[in-house]
Each structure stands twice: as structure tokens, then as C-alpha cells.
């Protein structure tokens, strides 16, 4: 197990973020990313992505809420050796929430090397 300040493992969503390719960067402008502690139904959750897949939006799509994508940290530091395994992880975690944002499936995101 490891732990990290609420700041470092922010920077560390936001250095997985700066990671994306480009074409997927440039479509997330209406993804809100947020770090939160554990996911209270499912506490050795990593991460969660909360909306409608890009590819199921209508043209009309408007009244919901933001599409958020949720990073679990304590979940992550205890599944974590070291601060380099941590960001490692985070960063998979960030790519696999986000291809659930572009509509892959598990199978998919895991022939990517996303977890």
C-alpha cells in the first residue's frame, strides 16, 4: 500500500489526462473528471464513468447532467506498491473510463492495454 496527498494523486489524474491521444482529448471537453475517496457500493472500485456513451448521444442531447468519470484513491493506493505503480495504475484507470465515454466495451479496452 501507498499514500499520496489528495494533490499529488490529482496531478497524477491530470498527468494520465495529458497522456490521451489527441482524438480522444480533443471530444472530452464535457467530461468532468473528479478524484473522490472510495466508491461507497463497491469500495476496491477504481474507477467509474457516470453518463451516456458518446456513440448513444442524440443530436438533441441536453437536460443531464455532465458525464463524469470518478477515480477512486484510496482503492488505488491499496492496490499500489509504490508511488510508480499508483500512477501507472491511475493512468489505466483514467484510459479505461474514457474509452467507456467513447463506447468501448471490457473486452475492447483490455486489447488496448486499458485495463
Known amino acids: 500500500m501507498v499514500s499520496v496527498t489528495d494533490e499529488e ?10 497522456e490521451l491521444p489527441d482524438a480522444f482529448a480533443r471530444q472530452l471537453s464535457t467530461v468532468v ?3 473522490r475517496d472510495r466508491a461507497e457500493d ?3 472500485l477504481l474507477g467509474l464513468f457516470e453518463g451516456v456513451p458518446l456513440p448513444e448521444k442524440q443530436a438533441n442531447h441536453t437536460g443531464y447532467l455532465p458525464d463524469t468519470i470518478f477515480v477512486y484513491k484510496a482503492a488505488h493506493e491499496e492496490a499500489s506498491a509504490d508511488v510508480e505503480e499508483l500512477r501507472e495504475q491511475i493512468r489505466v484507470t483514467v484510459f ?8 468501448f466495451e471490457e473486452d475492447e479496452l483490455h486489447e488496448l492495454g486499458w485495463g
Open 96 to 103: 479505461h473510463e474514457v474509452g467507456h465515454y467513447f463506447g
Open 42 to 44: 463497491n469500495p476496491e
Open 9 to 18: 494523486f490529482e496531478g497524477f489524474i491530470d498527468d494520465a489526462l495529458d
Open 33 to 35: 473528471v473528479l478524484a
